[in-house]
């Protein structure tokens, strides 16, 4: 069942992207793509500009719809929030909506163009968006300039849209949730608010008109500001509406993203049940976490991180081999999140809480495993680079799908990382591989946390101690 | 002033045609429109797209819920799933080998009318893909082993969805919603079918109901024709025809109107109320999909928008080929919004419902479906499900046609006719909602 069909403030682009950033599962040794051929068909299609006032314009023309999507991206999400700040960018993101014009104008005007609109936050940027049959493309470009222009504070519209928030963060408080949150606050330790998109009650309840105020004076501003227009456009057109809408835009001082990346970090290695309040758990979930790469310094490491993912998940990965194969556990999945901030990895395993002991050796024994040398090889390596070029490949057949991977790409890193992915992609070879795996993965300090059943807690957590347990260097 | 503002219309009219412009440099030039052939007993529907380097095959298995009873629910994917373990050319690990070498996707999804049995692969693995999908499809070992191993992850697949209250409101809801019907049961297995299912049984399923004639194949991407009936030839004639008939499902029976609270404690409450529908393809479907719509529109605006009761408030519409509708919402006051709910009906009984707002929710209906028919997946499922529902391909857009041809009498005339027979499932604090348990 579809419980968001309509404009929901982020929710459902947040998981689009999440799942498209968080690029998990499984090839040969000829080239999976000629050589330049992305970026080719990448330079034919995209054009960008910057205006004088700072703002990035970037237009991807793709004609096999009649529809174009307009997005005003902005660098930074949470990432920018300091302590008690915890869902400022994603309470700000509902705010937006409703603090356009009159109560109600926005859905009005998105709705007199025939289109659809939504929002997403993440770790490191903020994007809105509106969709519409490409003849209303000149006022959708319109709209959002007004929209992202937004200076008027109204304390009573901003604590409508908490309660609204508030009953986001109850829908998403459930076991996956609590995990997330768990090893996040692990991992990150003070630096966490920087990661915590969601926040929590008490955190949205606080926050005051004030926050929002010098939030948005600071990171919306043309210079932190990207506008993706991709569909069927003209490209020069587009480029030159888009410049008299935004033009105009006074440019102001932002605080810079590329300092954001957690630099505290230091994984705890300790281990712990955080749950047993979830309803109708029943299956124990059990996840490790490292730190990632940081994609603006690292960018080869980041796609390593993509392609390691990607053989773990593969059906053929030893890993599956030797956990799911044997029946240790339910499923196996690692995802690698392409962000600055360092990631993170993620591999998560589901077990039957009476088999935890069994499940959590086996799992401990893979992680050691891979420091070996032939745990990697060029065959899982080329299979995992066919897949990562399949999946970009897919997000060219749609125009909104791929105007949501260039602004999500562009927020973490730039425009030429998505111009050059593909071809990137193609060309990893089991050296960087090995490279990212020996730097990140094999050996490093993680973090371990499960959610199960309360009829397990102590098994889980005497199970997490013994296996996970003192990881620190 | 006047100058000015017509200076500014022809403007604004100069720059919509300078950035919608046709570019012929962009235009691809090998697309097709959708065709459909027989390749032996398989019935194939076709189109060629180019814009990316990539090809979306979507094999179904016709029949859905009809197909299955409540004891063995889920026995259709179990043979799919239980199929990657292993197939006759494939046996064992080569089989997943086989496939991760491609890069390629394969998923199995289950619906009221069909499984759908999915391959995305570029189009320079077209061909090592398709066959090893074939052979899984074709050829199955299915060995006990392979049944198990399959059966015990599905099991643990629906214990971790249990854990999503969406899921298990729908649970809760599709037995009561669509009692009489098919549909009550869910094709996808629950807990207590799949455990019971048997390898013999899985065999002698695939065996039976693996026919050429309860298949619908099709094929979107960048692949001309004649490639895809050199593929599709081999395995067309590899299966059985079988006897099968394709017919659209009976509409589902309207029923006295009714709630069911399930205790559950919870971060926030859920509620669904769910309504038959008419069958898709009917006289009355665009009615039905347009009221759905405005009532969706109706609790958006009521629940969330005025009152900030709910994150998640809205209508859907449940577009199977037997079609229902229905209320959605998550709510810490679930008696405020269960009342906004019965008062949605109410307008509906007193023609209070506000009309004007009906081509706004048509261009909905439109830009949703361009969006669908973007990806070459959703273009195949969307023309599955047009040849299916008239038989053939013809009149792409007549969707529209009759959506903008519904007046305000026809209307509430269907609304009228569904709405009511509504059935409710609440899951959370039960003292929340007492005064609607009688």
Excluded at chain 2, 7 to 26: E, S, Y
Excluded at chain 2, 308 to 325: I, R, V
């Amino acid at each position: 069942m579809n419980a968001c069909p309509v404009p929901c403030g982020g929710r459902v682009v947040r998981l689009l992207v999440a799942l498209c950033l968080c690029f998990a599962a499984p090839a040969l040794a000829q080239p999976v793509l000629s050589t330049g051929s992305w970026r080719m068909r990448m330079d034919r299609s995209i054009r960008d500009t910057v205006l004088a006032n700072g703002l990035t314009i970037i237009v991807n023309e793709n004609r096999t719809t009649p529809v174009t999507t307009v997005i005003v991206a902005f660098r930074g999400g949470a990432a920018m929030q300091d302590p008690g700040d915890e869902g400022l960018a994603h309470l700000a993101e509902h705010y937006l909506f409703r603090a356009y014009g009159n109560e109600g104008a926005f859905e009005s005007e998105v709705a007199s163009l025939n289109g659809t609109y939504n929002g997403w936050t993440s770790a490191e940027g903020v994007g809105y968006y509106i969709t519409v049959p490409s003849k209303g493309a000149v006022s959708a470009i319109g709209v959002m300039s007004r929209l992202v222009r937004t200076t008027k504070f109204n304390e009573r519209v901003l604590n409508a849209e908490k309660r609204v928030v508030m009953n986001e963060l109850a829908r998403d408080a459930g076991a996956s949730s609590i995990l997330r949150t768990g090893l996040g606050s692990r991992m990150w330790g003070m630096e966490w608010t920087r990661k915590d998109v969601s926040g929590s009650p008490l955190s949205i309840e606080l926050l005051k008109p004030s926050h929002l105020r010098s939030m948005l004076a600071t990171q919306y501003v043309p210079s932190n500001a990207a506008v993706i227009i991709a569909g069927d456009v003209d490209a020069s057109g587009a480029i030159a509406e888009a410049s008299r809408r935004f033009g105009d835009w006074p440019p102001a001082q932002s605080q810079s993203p590329a300092d954001l990346a957690p630099s505290t970090i230091k994984p705890t290695g300790t281990t712990a049940v955080f749950s047993d309040s979830a309803p109708d758990v029943s299956l124990v979930t059990l996840s490790i976490q490292w730190p990632g790469a940081r994609v603006r310094q690292s960018p080869h490491d980041a796609r390593a991180a993509e392609l390691f993912a990607e053989m773990v998940n593969s059906g053929v990965s030893p890993a599956m081999g030797r956990l799911i194969n044997s029946g240790s556990v339910h499923s196996l999945s690692m995802s690698a999140e392409t962000a600055d901030g360092r990631g993170p990895v993620t591999l998560t395993v589901v077990l039957t809480p009476d088999d935890i002991d069994r499940a959590a050796a086996a799992l401990r024994a893979e992680l050691d495993r891979f420091a070996s040398s032939d745990y990697l090889n060029a065959t899982l390596v080329a299979a995992g680079r066919k897949r990562l070029v399949h999946k970009a490949e897919g997000w060219l057949e749609s125009s909104a799908v791929a105007s949501q991977m260039i602004a999500s790409m562009w927020t973490v890193a730039d425009l030429d990382y998505f111009r050059s992915y593909g071809d990137a992609v193609a060309q990893t070879d089991l050296a960087q591989v090995s490279t990212f795996v020996k730097a990140y993965i094999a050996g490093r300090p993680f973090v371990a946390g499960a959610v199960g059943p309360g009829t397990h807690v102590d098994r889980v957590r005497a199970a997490l101690a013994t296996h996970f347990g003192g990881n620190a260097p | 002033m006047m100058r000015s503002c017509v200076r500014a219309i022809l403007a604004a009219f100069v720059v919509t045609l300078v950035v919608t412009r046709p570019a012929a440099a962009q235009t691809p030039v090998a697309d097709t429109l959708p065709s459909t052939f027989m390749v032996g007993a398989l019935r194939v529907v076709h189109q060629q797209r180019s814009t990316s380097e990539t090809v979306a095959i979507e094999l179904f298995l016709l029949g859905g819920a009809r197909q299955i009873n409540d004891r063995n629910a889920g026995i259709e994917p179990l043979v799919l799933h239980a199929s990657a373990f292993g197939s006759k050319r494939y046996p064992g690990a080569a089989q997943a080998g086989a496939l991760a070498s491609t890069g390629s996707a394969v998923h199995v999804e289950t619906d009221n009318d069909w499984t759908a049995f999915s391959l995305r692969t570029l189009r320079s693995e077209l061909d090592s893909a398709w066959t090893v999908f074939g052979d899984r499809v074709v050829s199955p070992s299915l060995l006990d082993r392979d049944v198990l191993d399959a059966r015990r992850q599905m099991v643990a697949d629906v214990a971790v969805a249990s854990t999503n209250p969406d899921y298990l409101l729908m649970q809760v809801a599709r037995p009561i919603a669509f009692a009489g019907h098919a549909y009550a049961n869910d094709p996808g297995g629950t807990d207590r079918s799949l455990r019971t299912i048997r390898p013999e049984q899985v065999r002698e399923f695939h065996r039976t109901q693996f026919v050429a004639s309860r298949m619908l194949l099709v094929v979107v991407g960048n692949v001309d024709r004649a490639t895809v009936e050199r593929l599709v030839g081999p395995f067309a004639s590899a299966l059985p025809a079988g006897a099968y008939t394709w017919t659209p499902p009976p509409a589902i029976p309207l029923r006295k109107t009714s709630i069911t609270i399930v205790p559950r404690k919870l971060p926030t409450d859920y509620v669904i109320g769910i309504f038959p529908g008419p069958l898709a393809g009917s006289r009355e479907q665009g009615a039905f999909r347009l009221g759905t719509g405005l009532l969706g529109g109706l609790l958006s605006y009521e629940i969330r928008q005025e009152r900030q009761l709910s994150y998640a408030a809205n209508a859907p519409l449940f577009d199977h080929l037997a079609m229902a509708g229905g209320f959605y919402a998550s709510t810490i006051e679930p008696a405020r919004v269960i009342q906004i709910m019965i008062d949605a009906i109410e307008r509906v009984g007193n023609n209070t419902l506000p009309l004007g707002a009906l081509p706004r929710f048509v261009s909905q209906f439109e830009i949703d479906d361009l969006l669908s028919r973007a990806t070459n997946a959703g273009q195949a499922r969307q023309l599955a499900r047009k040849f299916l529902v008239q038989g053939n391909l013809d009149g792409m857009g007549s969707e529209f046609r009759a959506l903008r041809a519904v007046n305000a009498e026809n209307l509430r005339r269907v609304v009228a006719r569904y709405v009511p027979a509504i059935h409710f499932v609440f899951i959370g604090d039960p003292s929340r909602v007492q005064q609607f348990i009688r």
